[in-house]
Nanobody
Framework: VQLVESGGGTVQTGGSPRLSCAASGLIFDDYAIAWFRQAPGKEREGISCWRSSDGDTYYAPSMKGRFTISSDNAKNTVFLQINSLKPEDTAVYYC????????????????WGQGTRVTVSS
């Protein structure tokens, strides 16, 4: 499985970037793709997850409201829309994939992209 994130960069506070995760090599009918982020000096935290079998989505409680996960199945791409950016959103954003979602911890995902950095400027 290969995952390639894009869409990061330096964005002003209040901006609304959309991150993309292009996936290839997914051979299973049921898989999940999630977004995580890691801010400087902090642990990696989960944002949201999308499941291919039914299109169901999940958001970490602290991430509800400003983050939206969506997919373009034809392009094997999962998006993360971030609205009303705050300085504390500065982080490297990763997408990750797993067959048969069992949990939302980073250890539940075996395939990871290289990450895309989002820097929020004031």
């Amino acid at each position: 499985v290969q995952l390639v994130e894009s869409g990061g960069g330096t964005v002003q506070t209040g901006g609304s970037p959309r991150l993309s995760c292009a996936a290839s090599g997914l051979i299973f009918d049921d898989y999940a793709i999630a977004w995580f982020r890691q801010a400087p000096g902090k642990e990696r935290e989960g944002i949201s997850c999308w499941r291919s079998s039914d299109g169901d989505t999940y958001y970490a409680p602290s991430m509800k409201g400003r983050f939206t996960i969506s997919s373009d199945n034809a392009k094997n791409t999962v998006f993360l829309q971030i609205n009303s950016l705050k300085p504390e959103d500065t982080a490297v954003y990763y997408c990750a994939a797993t067959e048969t979602l069992r949990g939302f911890r980073s250890t539940d995902f075996g395939s990871w992209g290289q990450g895309t950095r989002v820097t929020v400027s004031s």
